[in-house]
Structures are given as structure tokens and as C-alpha cells.
């Protein structure tokens, strides 16, 4: 059910503002004289919940393992009566990516809450939390660093990053209204619906869907190949295709590259049955995202 991402830097208030939701969502659904609602519960994922240390962050291999514990620990929480927040990092888009497309299976409501504390602030959180070993948090300074570095800031353009709630730090608290209508809806209008044979899309067995994604994705890869062949030394600029505009970069970009996001775009997809009509668009603007 539905699922509400949080994202943000190390330290920069994340399970603080977790908790704000929390309870909000706890009272609305005690306080509700509705049947569906009354029967969801609240569902919080974090690493501290997983049993996860700050330290998998350290290397490749285990900070994949840990993303995996998270990502199973979501989608199977997608099935039930809950409303799931998920609380962590969620730094990585295509991350995002990959979470939004399993609420969209089970056409669940999702968003995501980006927790806007600023590096300073977030900075000098990590540093008191290191000092004081009451608090169990912070992060050595190096792993600090290099997170901050590799933070892919979530863009609410973008379908897997909307709608995006932004928190500043000075704010007392999220805006919590807003994000129980994007998740429950209003009054005598509730989104939810629980999943069943007849909302739940069927997993792309159907080898013309698959091959609809292999070819559509390869079509256009073709058309920027050859478009960059007619123009050598050119910048980039819009390039005009059927269903879209793909903004190409100020380098060329290379075949490999531009295989490795078809490759990732098809291997999101498989699992969940774009309608056809939508596989050239969702692919120009994976395109766009990854090259921009
Ligand atoms: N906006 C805020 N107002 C007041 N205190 C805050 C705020 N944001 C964070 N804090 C405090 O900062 C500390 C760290 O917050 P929290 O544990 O929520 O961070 P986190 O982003 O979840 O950390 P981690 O990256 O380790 O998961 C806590 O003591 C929390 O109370």
C-alpha cells in the first residue's frame, strides 16, 4: 500500500522526520470512521529496523546487500495494509527508480520526502551525534564526505521522484496534510485500494512485450547515433523524436553508455507492463535523466 520514500543526507534529520509522520498517519487512521482506512497500519523501514549498521556504506558489496534487505523489506510491506515509510539514504535514483516502479505494480499512491537539511547543518548534527555516545548515530567523517558526494538530490520532474514533498530544516514540521491527501486522499475520496487479481499488473511473460522494449529502446538509440554521425564536432542540443525531445549533452555520448542505460531501463522494466504506448516516452525521459 501506499509507500512514502524519504531521502536525504547522512544525519540531516530522517528518522526525526520519520517519526513526525508516523504519528500524524497513526492519529488519522484512529481518528477515521472509515473501514478502509481504519484497517492500515503504519510501517517504518530504516536500517536501524533491518539491523543494518552505518558501516555498509563503507563498500560496494555491502552496501548492495543492505539495499536489497531494504528494497525486499518495502515490497513485501507493498501488499498489505500499510502505509510504508521508508527511511533511509535513498540516494541513489535509479534506487528510487527501481521502489517507485514496484508501487506502480501494485498501484499504490507513492511519493517521495526529501529531507532539505543543508550540508552545514547536517555537518555539524553528525559531528555532535559522534561526540555524545548516548545518541546512537553519526558517521565517521570520511563515510560522511563521500555520501554527501554521491547524494543524487531527488527531481520532482522526473515520475519516480513525484510528487516530491521538500522539508526545509527551519520547519516545524513536514507538511503532513498535503502528504496524507497525495497518499490516502481526502475525505469520501480515498485512493486506496487494496491489491488484488484485478489491480495488480501482470508480470511481462508476453515475449512481444519484451521484445517492443528491446526494439523501441534500440530505435532511438539509433536515431542519436546516427544523428551524431550527420554532425561530428557538434554540441549537443534537443533532438526531436516521435513522442519526445532528447537533450543531448555538449560531448558525444558513447555507444557503450548509452547501451548500459538501455540495458538498465529495459532491465527495470521488465517486471511491469508499460502499456506500449508508453515505452518510447518513459525511455526518452530515462535518457534525458541519465544523460542530463
Ligand atoms: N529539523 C530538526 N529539528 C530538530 N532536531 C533535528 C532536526 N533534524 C534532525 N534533528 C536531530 O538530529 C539528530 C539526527 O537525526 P536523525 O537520526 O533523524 O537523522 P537521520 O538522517 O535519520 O540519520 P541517519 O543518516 O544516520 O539515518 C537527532 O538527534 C534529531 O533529533
Given at each position: 500500500?501506499?509507500?512514502?520514500?524519504i531521502?536525504g543526507y547522512?544525519?540531516?534529520?530522517k528518522?526525526?522526520?520519520?517519526?513526525?509522520l508516523v504519528?500524524?498517519f497513526k492519529t488519522?487512521?484512529?481518528?477515521?470512521?472509515?473501514?478502509r482506512?481504519?484497517?492500515?497500519?503504519?510501517?517504518?523501514i530504516?536500517?536501524?529496523?533491518?539491523?543494518?549498521?552505518?558501516?555498509?556504506?563503507?563498500?560496494?558489496?555491502?552496501e548492495?546487500?543492505?539495499?536489497?534487505?531494504?528494497y525486499?523489506?518495502?515490497?513485501r510491506?507493498?501488499?498489505?495494509?500499510?502505509i510504508?515509510?521508508a527511511?533511509?539514504?535513498?540516494?541513489?535514483?535509479?534506487?528510487?527508480?527501481?521502489?517507485?516502479c514496484?508501487?506502480?505494480a501494485?498501484?499504490?499512491?507513492?511519493c517521495?520526502?526529501?529531507v532539505?537539511t543543508?550540508i552545514?547543518n547536517?555537518?555539524?548534527i553528525?559531528a555532535?551525534?559522534?561526540?555524545?555516545?548516548?545518541?546512537?548515530?553519526g558517521y565517521?567523517?570520511?563515510?560522511f564526505?563521500?555520501?554527501?558526494?554521491?547524494y543524487?538530490?531527488p527531481?520532482?520532474?522526473?515520475?519516480w521522484?513525484?510528487?516530491?514533498?521538500t522539508?526545509?530544516?527551519?520547519?516545524e514540521?513536514?507538511?503532513?496534510?498535503?502528504?496524507?491527501?497525495?497518499?490516502?486522499?481526502?475525505?469520501g475520496k480515498?485512493?486506496i485500494?487494496k491489491?488484488?487479481?484485478?489491480?495488480?499488473?501482470k508480470?511481462?511473460?508476453?515475449?512481444?512485450?519484451?521484445?517492443?522494449?528491446?526494439?523501441?529502446?534500440?530505435e532511438i538509440?539509433?536515431?542519436?547515433?546516427?544523428?551524431?554521425k550527420d554532425?561530428?564536432?557538434e554540441?549537443?542540443?534537443?533532438?526531436?523524436?516521435t513522442e519526445?525531445?532528447i537533450?543531448?549533452?555538449?560531448n558525444?555520448?558513447?555507444l557503450?553508455?548509452l547501451?548500459?542505460?538501455?540495458?538498465?531501463f529495459i532491465?527495470?522494466?521488465?517486471q511491469?507492463n508499460?502499456p506500449?504506448s508508453?515505452?518510447r516516452?518513459?525511455?526518452?525521459e530515462?535518457l534525458n535523466y541519465?544523460?542530463?
Amino acid at each position: 500500500m501506499p509507500l512514502i520514500l524519504i531521502s536525504g543526507y547522512p544525519s540531516s534529520g530522517k528518522t526525526y522526520r520519520s517519526n513526525q509522520l508516523v504519528e500524524y498517519f497513526k492519529t488519522k487512521i484512529e481518528a477515521s470512521s472509515d473501514a478502509r482506512i481504519n484497517r492500515l497500519t503504519v510501517c517504518h523501514i530504516n536500517d536501524q529496523s533491518l539491523g543494518l549498521s552505518r558501516d555498509v556504506y563503507r563498500e560496494a558489496r555491502t552496501e548492495k546487500d543492505a539495499r536489497a534487505t531494504e528494497y525486499s523489506a518495502v515490497k513485501r510491506a507493498l501488499g498489505k495494509d500499510t502505509i510504508i515509510i521508508a527511511d533511509g539514504l535513498n540516494y541513489i535514483k535509479g534506487f528510487r527508480y527501481q521502489l517507485y516502479c514496484e508501487a506502480k505494480a501494485v498501484q499504490t499512491p507513492n511519493c517521495v520526502v526529501h529531507v532539505g537539511t543543508p550540508i552545514q547543518n547536517c555537518e555539524e548534527i553528525n559531528a555532535r551525534l559522534l561526540e555524545n555516545k548516548e545518541e546512537d548515530g553519526g558517521y565517521a567523517k570520511d563515510l560522511f564526505d563521500n555520501l554527501v558526494y554521491r547524494y543524487e538530490e531527488p527531481n520532482g520532474m522526473t515520475r519516480w521522484d513525484s510528487p516530491l514533498f521538500t522539508v526545509p530544516y527551519e520547519d516545524e514540521k513536514p507538511p503532513l496534510g498535503d502528504i496524507w491527501e497525495a497518499m490516502i486522499g481526502s475525505e469520501g475520496k480515498v485512493k486506496i485500494v487494496k491489491p488484488n487479481q484485478a489491480t495488480v499488473m501482470k508480470p511481462a511473460t508476453e515475449s512481444d512485450y519484451l521484445y517492443e522494449l528491446d526494439k523501441t529502446s534500440q530505435e532511438i538509440l539509433n536515431v542519436i547515433l546516427d544523428w551524431q554521425k550527420d554532425h561530428p564536432g557538434e554540441g549537443g542540443g534537443e533532438l526531436t523524436v516521435t513522442e519526445g525531445t532528447i537533450e543531448l549533452p555538449a560531448n558525444p555520448v558513447s555507444l557503450p553508455q548509452l547501451q548500459r542505460i538501455r540495458r538498465q531501463f529495459i532491465s527495470l522494466n521488465r517486471q511491469h507492463n508499460l502499456p506500449n504506448s508508453r515505452i518510447r516516452s518513459s525511455f526518452i525521459e530515462y535518457l534525458n535523466y541519465n544523460l542530463g
